[in-house]
């Protein structure tokens, strides 16, 4: 059974950083891609970034580029997002997901993927 729990949300100001993790729990790591999706207030959810657990390729939305950066520790089993220079577009639920057999190389949608978190709730006020 997969499993995928995140934590790390809250309230900030813009120009602050947050950080957010995923604990996951899935049948064969290496079969899989970690993955964050955000769903800001009112709208669908959208792809933000990616990073391989094999090869730790990592693929990142345009919006968010230069200031996020995903990272994994494979024994801990942990999925990390640093987000540095937050804006109050980037308020949103923020999921952790897994998607089996993706090499990081484009851009997922929400459909394309098998397994979610219950997501993390940021909000960043200007």
């Known amino acids: 059974q997969e499993q995928l729990v995140e934590s790390g949300g809250g309230l900030v100001q813009a120009g602050d950083s947050l950080a957010l993790s995923c604990v996951a729990s899935l049948s064969n790591f290496d079969d899989y891609s970690m993955v964050w999706f955000r769903q800001p207030p009112g709208e669908e959810r959208v792809f933000v970034a990616a990073?391989?657990?094999?090869?730790?390729?990592?693929i990142y939305n345009e919006s968010v580029k230069g200031r996020f950066l995903v990272s994994k520790d494979r024994e801990k089993k942990i999925f990390w997002m640093d987000m540095n220079d937050l804006k109050p577009e980037d308020t949103g639920v923020y999921y952790c997901?897994?998607?089996?057999?993706?090499?990081?190389?484009?851009?997922?949608?929400?459909?394309?993927?098998?397994?979610w978190g219950q997501g993390t709730q940021v909000i960043v006020s200007s």
């Open positions: 990073q391989t657990w094999a090869s730790g390729k990592t």
């Open positions: 997901a897994a998607k089996k057999f993706y090499g990081a190389t484009y851009i997922l949608t929400p459909a394309e993927v098998e397994n």
